[in-house]
């Protein structure tokens, strides 16, 4: 089936060069890591009471900040790795001339898109399956979620296109994958399947609750705690697994593009 093809073939983009997939995010797991810790530290200083001074809000602006241009950087970065064979320079592959923020307004374009989507979507399906029972409820979930996730990968064709500098409209993304909904349909199921497969294996190897999480809510109340070496182990592991999730999601994006608009094989 040509959905879990185009799975499979992402997925050996990543592991076939594991190495070059930790070289060009390394840099950005270690500043996540090390900027998530220091600020539920700064932000959750008293333990019975959240303290959003100054300086913690200024943190927490400028951590967003850099997340997403990190993750921006990391995703052009990797397209052009993969589809025009681009070897990236240096321990932050940063250099001039390269489409970040332009990935990142386009990224937020589509999830705009898709929200207003979601609210018709819900509108309408609301009046035809109203979710008043668990059967209804669910077949509503599946119709919504199918939806959408359908649209995603066919209109995130022009991330791949920003990223190695070339142009592509939302029309010519949705015209190329015209013919590929049931394909492109069988690829989100098989993504949710791996993924969920990969949390459920973190989730059994650290005991789920075992692992004390950094803030937990008691009394309608956030309280910071100190983190267990267990809980330390398992935010590593989990960190591991969505950053796996994350250079999976563009890989598929890469290919996606690959297959449908410049019509490359598969093998």
Do not use: C
């Not at 609210?119 to 119709?143: E, H, Y």
């Amino acid at each position: 089936m040509l959905g879990v093809q185009i799975f499979l073939h992402s997925l050996r983009q990543v592991t076939g060069n594991i190495g070059m997939a930790v070289r060009v995010s390394l840099w950005f797991v270690i500043f996540v890591v090390i900027g998530t810790v220091g600020m539920f530290s700064a932000v959750f200083a008293d333990p019975n009471q959240p303290s959003f001074d100054g300086v913690a809000t200024l943190l927490v602006f400028g951590f967003a900040i850099f997340f997403i241009w990190g993750g921006s950087l990391i995703a052009v970065v990797w397209h052009r790795y993969i589809l025009l064979e681009e070897v990236p320079q240096g321990a932050i592959p940063y250099r001039s001339g390269l489409n970040i923020w332009t990935y990142f307004w386009y990224t937020f374009g589509i999830a705009i898109i898709l929200v207003v989507v979601t609210m018709i979507l819900t509108m309408v399906l609301g009046l035809v399956i109203f979710p008043n029972t668990p059967l209804k409820s669910a077949i509503f979930s599946i119709i919504l979620g199918s939806v959408l996730v359908v649209l995603f990968y066919r209109l995130a064709l022009i991330l791949p296109a920003v990223a190695i500098d070339q142009k592509l409209s939302l029309a010519d993304a949705m015209h190329a994958t015209r013919s590929a909904m049931g394909p492109i349909l069988v690829l989100a199921v098989a993504v949710v399947i791996f993924n969920t497969i990969l949390s459920q294996i973190v989730g059994f190897l650290f005991n789920g609750d075992q692992a004390n999480a950094m803030l937990r809510v008691e009394n309608d109340q956030i309280i910071y705690t100190e983190i267990s070496g267990m809980g330390i182990l398992y935010f590593i592991a989990n960190g591991l697994v969505q950053w796996f999730s994350l250079m999976l999601s563009v890989s598929i994006l890469s290919t996606l593009y690959g297959h449908f608009v410049e019509k490359r094989g598969l093998g």
